[in-house]
């Protein structure tokens, strides 16, 4: 069974910061790209950062470029999200997910994989 578990949101002030981990299990998914998406209330979910399968190449959203730092852990079944300068604009629930392939993608069609979400509040 593929499982991907997010821990790490909560409520914090602008300007502060937040560590999101992603711990993914029941496939290799070292092999796979992984992401970062966020959804806040009426809007539709967006990509926030991705991750190739290595690490080696990372893809930001214009929003929060500067701000957070994507990462893999060492056996790559375990993806960061590492938010800093954090806006009340980010607030959202923030969803990790794997993709189909080894790069890193953009597209929510292009992740097969889910996690079931953390919510992130930053208060002004």
């Known amino acids: 069974q593929v499982q991907l578990v997010e821990s790490g949101g909560g409520l914090v002030q602008a300007g502060g910061s937040l560590r999101l981990s992603c711990a993914a299990s029941?496939?290799?998914?070292?092999?796979?790209?992984m992401g970062w998406f966020r959804q806040a209330p009426g809007k539709e979910r967006e990509i926030v950062a991705a991750i190739s399968w290595g690490g080696g190449s990372t893809y930001y959203a214009d929003s929060v470029k500067g701000r957070f730092t994507i990462s893999r852990g060492n056996a790559k079944n375990t993806v960061y999200l590492q938010m800093n300068s954090l806006k009340p604009e980010d607030t959202a629930v923030y969803y990790c997910?794997?993709?189909?392939?080894?790069?890193?993608?953009?597209?929510?069609?292009?992740?097969?994989?889910w996690g079931q979400g953390t919510q992130v509040t930053v208060s002004s």
């Open positions: 029941g496939r290799t998914f070292s092999g796979y790209g």
């Open positions: 997910a794997s993709a189909v392939g080894g790069f890193y993608y953009t597209r929510v069609d292009q992740y097969d994989y």
